[in-house]
């Protein structure tokens, strides 16, 4: 077993730890907003992770490249996309606004 089929196997254990951690969190938080959070050790470490993981164990080439750039884009996008679904909650009325937060739905209306 080499050295990096071993750095391989340990990247793929800790993206799956993290993504099973983010899965419980999910099925025992009760609110919205909790469930939502829960979603970041996903995207931002557990994905990107198994992504690494993948890449180290295909070697050099175009097929670690694509999923170096999976995983990236992952980690970039996913917090956004929680960022986006969090204020749609709030606007839409899914879930109440935090303490200190109050958005409306309508835009404001600029100075005149």
């Known amino acids: 077993m080499s050295a990096a ?13 993290a993504l099973l951690l983010a899965a419980a ?10 469930r939502l959070h829960a979603l970041a050790p996903a ?6 992770l198994l992504c690494l993981g993948l890449a180290v164990d295909a ?3 175009r097929a670690a490249a694509k999923l170096l750039v999976i995983g990236a884009l992952t980690a970039v996008s996913g917090p956004v996309v929680t960022i986006v ?3 749609t909650m709030i606007r839409t009325g899914a879930a109440p606004a935090p303490a200190g937060r109050a958005e409306t739905a309508t835009e404001e209306e600029p100075p005149t």
């Open 59 to 61: 070697g050099a080439g």
């Open 43 to 48: 995207t931002g470490l557990g994905i990107p």
């Open 85 to 87: 679904i969090g204020r």
């Open 5 to 17: 089929h071993v750095l391989a196997l340990a990247l793929l254990w800790c993206g799956a730890a």
């Open 25 to 34: 969190a999910l099925a025992v938080l009760p609110t919205a907003y909790g």
